[in-house]
């Protein structure tokens, strides 16, 4: 049994890490201090595991929300997956292209792609990771937990949409649109989180700073926006906090009396 006192859930890009996409001794001894207090770190991303296993290890967190919620580790063990129909995902490579689109696919541990265009090769490079291998047999054979988009349009999410009720479409880059089952995402990981834990009555904190964590900040008790956070997740937080780069985990942390 555990004798978690709180918990608290970080996206990564633009919340945990600096600009250079890293974790810094600050943020080192930070979680550190959270784990002496009994306060459980969880990374809650629309990465992959295999996207932030070195940040887990250099983070020393070992409890994870990936994929927008569609999977779940605890203490480096899965415990939750969700998959995408193969036919879904063949269909929308299929209306993708007719967008001048290509997607990308991933399992927790491998991400392929059905193409490669601009766009997608500037989401690979933002976030500072491999572009993948191209390949579609590999669709029938294996099981998919999240997709992407590789579009800079701005009504490009609501076309998706509509065209696909069952899926989710939320931007996460200026290059690139989240797809996920339609009613999971980084709040839902969190309550099934909770439940697996049996923490629900422990208090919630949330850190998030982009457009894919207004269902995490919403799910949480305590809803914290970073100092270059958008606008709009701003207004929803309950405490703005600096920046990324200028210590923000640390001093909301502070504020709450966590570390």
């Avoid at 600050?26 to 306060?39: F, R, Y």
């Avoid at 992959?48 to 203490?75: C, F, H, P, Q, W």
């Avoid at 269909?91 to 059905?114: G, V």
């Amino acid at each position: 049994m555990n004798n978690y006192q709180g918990v608290v859930f970080f996206d990564l890009d633009g919340t945990l890490l600096n600009q250079n996409a890293e974790i810094t001794p600050d943020i080192q001894k930070t979680i550190g201090q959270l784990k002496k207090n009994h306060i459980l770190p969880v990374i809650a991303t629309g990465r992959t595991k295999r996207e932030v296993k070195g940040i887990m290890a250099d983070s020393n967190i070992t409890t994870l929300i990936a994929m927008n919620g569609m999977y779940i580790e605890i203490d480096d063990k899965e415990v939750y997956r969700e998959a995408i129909p193969a036919k879904t995902i063949y269909s929308l490579i299929h209306f993708s292209r007719k967008m001048n689109d290509e997607i990308a696919y991933y399992t927790p541990e491998q991400i392929f792609c059905s193409g490669k265009n601009q766009n997608l090769i500037k989401h690979y490079q933002h976030f500072k990771v491999p572009s993948p291998e191209i390949n579609t047999e590999i669709i029938s054979q294996k099981k998919f937990s999240m997709l992407l988009v590789g579009n800079q349009q701005p009504q490009a999410s609501t076309i998706y949409q509509k065209a696909y009720p069952s899926l989710a479409f939320f931007r996460n880059s200026p290059y690139s649109i989240d797809v996920t089952n339609q009613g999971t995402n980084k709040g839902t990981g969190v309550k099934k989180l909770q439940e697996l834990l049996k923490i629900q009555d422990k208090p919630s904190f949330a850190f998030g700073d982009g457009n894919n964590d207004f269902a995490l900040l919403e799910a949480c008790n305590h809803k914290i926006a970073m100092g270059n956070a958008v606008k709009p997740l701003k207004n929803i937080a309950n405490y703005i906090t600096a920046s990324n780069n200028e210590r923000g985990i640390e001093k909301a942390l502070r504020h709450f009396k966590l570390i």
